[in-house]
């Protein structure tokens, strides 16, 4: 998260709010949840292309 974050120039607490509203495609790996926790398990990865795909979906055009 925090490659990510610092990409976007946002603190990872953001990057998190982006995955959790649909904003940026991410895929959870890695171990499953366990029954009875309220851990998710597994690492959490934003793809290459979802980062690319939010940059060009949110980046605009500054009149310089």
Do not use: F
Not at 2 to 9: D, F, I, R, S
Not at 25 to 37: C, E, F, I, N, W
Not at 40 to 55: D, F, Q, V
């Amino acid at each position: 998260m925090k490659e990510v974050a610092a990409v976007l120039n946002v603190h990872t607490a953001t990057v998190y709010r982006l995955i959790e509203s649909g904003d940026i495609k991410a895929v959870r790996s890695g171990r499953p949840r366990q029954q009875g926790t309220r851990a998710r398990g597994g690492a959490i990865r934003i793809p290459e292309e979802a980062l690319k795909e939010h940059l060009a979906k949110s980046s605009y055009v500054v009149n310089e």
